[in-house]
């Protein structure tokens, strides 16, 4: 796992910043490409109640382990992933979503290429 992702919790102001994809239809596997060797993400919505990130990641990469302040739902939208939550192991597929809870360790590693949707709910 040679990528590493620092999950931005950042202001509103930098969501207005970027294209507006409010009121359209979209299709999320195509809001990220995936990129040889690394990880991709791109932050649909950043709001004080929460954000929502897609993510992609080429096989072999992954997040070490680490904890968040917020529970986070974990979508995936196309490949595998394997992701750990206190020591356990899942296999989570296209279609499959897992909810990781607030200050537990958590990592995942794509099994195949895979994408995915990060949920962020704040407090």
């Given at each position: 796992?040679?990528?590493h992702?620092?999950?931005d919790?950042?202001?509103?102001?930098?969501?207005?910043?970027?294209?507006?994809?409010?009121?359209?239809?979209?299709?999320?596997?195509?809001?990220?490409?995936?990129?040889?060797?690394?990880?991709?993400?791109?932050m649909?919505?950043?709001?004080?109640?929460?954000?929502?990130?897609?993510?992609?990641?080429?096989?072999?990469e992954?997040?070490?382990?680490?904890?968040a302040?917020y529970?986070?739902?974990?979508?995936?939208?196309?490949?595998?992933?394997?992701v750990?939550?206190?020591?356990?192991?899942?296999?989570?597929?296209t279609?499959?979503?897992?909810?990781?809870?607030?200050?537990?360790?958590?990592?995942?590693?794509?099994?195949?290429?895979?994408?995915?949707?990060?949920?962020?709910?704040?407090?």
């Open positions: 796992m040679s990528a992702i620092m999950v919790y950042g202001s509103e102001e930098r969501q207005e910043k970027r294209e507006n994809l409010y009121s359209k239809v979209l299709r999320l596997p195509d809001l990220v490409s995936y990129q040889d060797g690394t990880v991709a993400s791109r649909l919505i950043n709001k004080k109640a929460g954000s929502v990130t897609i993510f992609s990641f080429d096989e072999g992954g997040l070490s382990e680490h904890t302040p529970d986070a739902v974990v979508t995936i939208l196309d490949g595998e992933c394997e750990w939550v206190e020591g356990k192991t899942f296999q989570v597929r279609g499959d979503t897992i909810i990781l809870p607030a200050n537990k360790p958590h990592a995942l590693s794509a099994v195949t290429k895979f994408k995915m949707t990060l949920t962020m709910i704040r407090e």
